[in-house]
């Protein structure tokens, strides 16, 4: 498994506070792998879920440490969704 997904599920993970969500949500980091954060909380998981968001690792990067906004990425097309928008809205509200 990567530093980069291993990181990322633990600094998901503590924006969770340990619990997870209702539905489940999957970013795909391009050239690296997916994540799902579901009831369960965070995990390395490539498997279906009610909303997918692609970006590159940096631009994964940057939404987690908060210095980029989840709904500039989005309108700027740094980052791409895929499904449900209210779940990805939902993750925007806990990254920031």
């Known amino acids: 498994m ?11 993970s503590d924006k969770l506070g340990g619990d997870g969500i209702e539905g489940s949500i999957k970013f795909e980091i391009e050239d690296t792998g997916s994540i799902r954060i579901d009831e369960n909380g965070a995990s390395v998981d490539d498997s279906e879920a009610d909303c997918t968001i692609t970006a590159a690792a940096d631009i994964f990067q940057d939404l987690l440490s908060g ?23 939902k993750l925007g509200s806990l990254l920031t």
Do not use: Q, Y
Not at 4 to 9: C, E, P, S, Y
Not at 67 to 89: E, Q, V, W, Y
């Open 2 to 12: 990567s530093e980069i997904l291993d990181a990322a599920v633990k600094a998901l």
């Open 67 to 89: 210095d980029l906004n989840p709904t500039s990425a989005f309108m700027s097309g740094k980052i791409s969704i895929d499904g449900d928008m209210g779940m990805a809205m």
